[in-house]
């Protein structure tokens, strides 16, 4: 589950009142929401060679400046501003290894497992951030709902009940869809040269 569980309800609360123009509920929610995404930064960026220029505080950074910088976002809970943050974080992430030239499979591209949720194993070598992004962008083309679950579990870090919140689906479904998803992408990215 995202963030600390005594927080929920507070961050929900927080966003609801920033939504409706509460400066104040914004400075409170400031410090909630940053451990939770530097925590998830932090993650995403295991894979990252030492002395890397993108650290996870300036992922963090990026991504929390470009949350709050959407003026007209109508957020309804803390597991859809996680859901939000995990589509910038996923986005930001591509951008940056795609701007250092490393497009190219193998480059020193960022090494991504889709088993860190939960405990279910990915057969093969882990994928590179690149690679993943290409085959979850080929996989939204026929899938949308499928993509959007593997998003939002790999790079949100939600649990399935939250996601089964956010996409207004059962959790069984989301339970179905993840394990489909897993498969489909493990598939693909088995296929992708070492």
Not at 100 to 122: F, I, M, T, Y
Not at 153 to 162: A, D, K, P, T, V
Request: glycine share 8%; charged share 25%; hydrophobic share 45%.
């Amino acid at each position: 589950m995202v963030g600390d569980s005594s927080a929920p309800s507070q961050i929900t609360h927080l966003l609801r009142a920033w939504t409706e123009g509460d400066a104040r509920a914004l400075e409170a929610l400031t410090p909630l929401v940053q451990r939770e995404l530097h925590r998830l930064a932090v993650h995403y960026m295991a894979g990252e060679r030492q002395g890397h220029v993108l650290q996870p505080t300036a992922l963090v950074n990026e991504a929390y400046v470009r949350l709050v910088a959407w003026t007209d976002a109508n957020w309804q809970n803390r597991a859809h501003f996680f859901a939000m943050a995990a589509c910038i974080m996923r986005g930001v992430l591509v951008d940056h290894a795609r701007k250092r030239g490393r497009l190219r499979r193998g480059g020193g591209n960022v090494q991504v497992s889709l088993s860190h949720a939960e405990d279910v194993p990915v057969v093969g070598r882990a994928p590179d951030l690149v690679a993943l992004d290409d085959a979850l962008e080929a996989f939204a083309t026929f899938d949308p709902r499928k993509a959007r679950v593997v998003e939002l579990r790999f790079f949100g870090g939600l649990s399935l009940e939250e996601i089964a919140h956010v996409l207004d689906v059962s959790v069984g479904t989301v339970r179905r869809d993840w394990g489909l998803a897993r498969a489909w992408l493990s598939r693909e990215l088995a296929r992708q040269p070492v």
